[in-house]
């Protein structure tokens, strides 16, 4: 499953209402390092033959070895990528001001494939990247918020559209596979509380049916996911299960529910937390499934200092194991397979190769501080990141050495 991402609209940023974004991958040759695109090929030397001797000639590269197909898209030079969102180490997808792009060879070349007549993009925005041929990007309107909008859908790259009429505005929307999908439409925030409904589609977006509501306004509303509480991300197993996450302005207390029935019903998850928790305010950073047993939670816990703990399942999210370490500060964190995770904070790339057991801290060679705004690992070696300069940096050797994409 892909990591999803989703941005934030203007009637939100007040609220601090952040949405997240799980990754599908496929499998496909490796990207070439433009760095070493300059290396002389090796040259063959003739060696003079005796009759003990074995003649051997070093291996030559390959000639003429073939560049991706172009994809069908205006081509952009140096888009100002504001979130990036890799698949695997050749395609992925990025969303700057005005734009939707795509890549084919690990983000030297960018294409436009922005949906027809949608000229704002940026924060206003909801997107999920399932994978290299299928995105969806919503839409508010802003004449009949909270309750309507449309929805993009393409299933070839980008290359086309179809658009759909909405019953919501805005909100984590995140797709299982290319027809089934969710959403956690809000419907408004106030007083540390947030109405929210959470929408099912079977048909790649099209039409929705709303499963749950928390809006006491509306018909059929439950109490099951409480309206107390800052609801921060949706992220769903299959669709049946699926979990909800954020925060309740309350120390010692963890917002955190699932449910095992569509979305009809919901139960707070439980953990064991540490002693240091009871007098923290915890959010729900990131829930990651890498398969449908095995998952991470983080959580960030702010008292007199900032700290990210982790926790691990094996079991589907019945239950939730603490990781040994803790990580400093509030930062971003990647999770690209069940022993690979890498978190930034504060000049600093933290890696782990065994599941959290033990990180190894790197110092990068170039000093991003503040200024990483966005960051996507395909693996714990290869990673791409955006600064608030909408330049655009990749590593390969796991972020001790970067290099500039875009300047």
Not at 80 to 99: C, N, Q, R
Not at 266 to 287: G, N
Request: aromatic letters at 10%; charged letters at 15%; hydrophobic letters at 40%.
């Amino acid at each position: 499953m892909k990591k999803i991402t989703s941005f934030i609209t203007p009637a939100l940023l007040s609220a601090g209402f952040l949405l997240s974004l799980i990754t599908a991958c496929t499998a496909v040759p490796a990207a070439q390092n433009p760095q070493s695109q300059n290396t002389a090929e090796p040259v063959a030397t003739e060696v003079p033959a005796t009759e003990s001797q074995t003649i051997t000639q070093p291996a030559l590269a390959p000639q003429n070895t073939p560049l991706p197909a172009e994809i069908g898209a205006p081509l952009i030079d140096s888009p100002a990528i504001i979130f990036i969102e890799m698949l695997d180490e050749v395609y992925g997808w990025g969303v700057t001001k005005t734009e939707i792009v795509s890549t084919n060879d690990g983000g030297v070349t960018w294409y436009n494939v922005t949906p027809p007549a949608l000229t704002d993009v940026g924060y206003s925005v909801f997107t999920n990247f399932l994978d290299k041929s299928h995105a969806w990007v919503q839409i508010v309107d802003p004449n009949n918020y909270p309750n309507g909008g449309t929805l993009y859908r393409t299933s070839d790259g980008g290359l086309t559209w179809e658009s759909f009429a909405t019953p919501f505005s805005a909100g984590d929307i995140e797709f299982v596979d290319a027809n089934n999908g969710w959403i956690m439409a809000d419907l408004g925030v106030g007083a540390g509380s947030m109405a929210v409904s959470v929408f099912q589609t079977k048909d790649g977006g099209a039409t929705w049916t709303r499963a749950y509501t928390n809006d006491p306004n509306l018909e059929g509303a439950g109490d099951s996911l409480p309206l107390g509480g800052i609801k921060d991300m949706l992220v769903p197993l299959d669709m049946n299960t699926a979990w909800i996450g954020g925060v309740i302005y309350s120390s010692g207390s963890t917002y955190l529910f699932r449910t095992n029935d569509g979305g009809k019903t919901w139960a707070q998850a439980t953990m064991i937390l540490p002693a240091e928790a009871q007098s923290s305010e915890l959010t729900i950073e990131q829930v990651k499934f890498v398969s449908p047993t095995q998952g991470f939670l983080a959580i960030r816990m702010t008292s007199t200092t900032l700290e990210t703990i982790l926790f691990s399942t094996n079991d589907g999210g019945e239950t939730w194991n603490p990781a040994p370490v803790k990580l400093p500060g509030l930062g971003k964190l990647e999770i690209p397979s069940a022993q690979e995770m890498i978190f930034y904070s504060s000049n600093q790339f933290h890696v782990t190769k065994d599941a959290a057991k033990t990180f190894e801290i790197i110092d990068p060679n170039i000093a991003f501080g503040e200024s990483l705004t966005d960051m996507s690992f395909v693996n714990s070696s290869t990673g791409w990141v955006t600064t608030t300069s909408r330049a655009l940096y990749k590593t390969t050797d796991g972020g001790h050495s970067w290099f500039q994409m875009i300047p």
